[in-house]
């Protein structure tokens, strides 16, 4: 039999009907897609306030002038950023996260 244009298919109605596992499955891979999937698209916002009307935020310190040691915030929820006001430990306790600061110090002579 040659298929045509009017040809009629007869499908068996337990193959149209998805069982609750494929409904789960579906609901599952969604999940997956919105909260865990690592793609570009889906990735929330590190920097949810700061200088948000700039294109790029950047710092730029001399090393002359940072004194003995000088601890910088990595998590981006400092209230004195791009200085460390150890707002990661909130952070972290809130998100299952480990980051924490950047720190810089002289070496000792």
Known sequence: I???PNMVIFVPLNIILLD????AA???YLAYKKFISK???CKAMVNLHIQKD???VVHAFDMEDLG???VYCRCW???KFPLCDG???QHNDETGDNVGPLIIKRKEA
């Open 54 to 56: 700039n294109p790029k």
């Open 39 to 41: 793609d570009k698209c």
């Open 87 to 89: 707002s990661h430990t």
């Open 26 to 28: 579906a609901v599952g």
């Open 68 to 70: 003995d040691k000088a």
């Open 20 to 23: 609750p596992s494929a409904g």
């Open 77 to 79: 929820r400092s209230k």
């Open 2 to 4: 040659e298929p045509g």
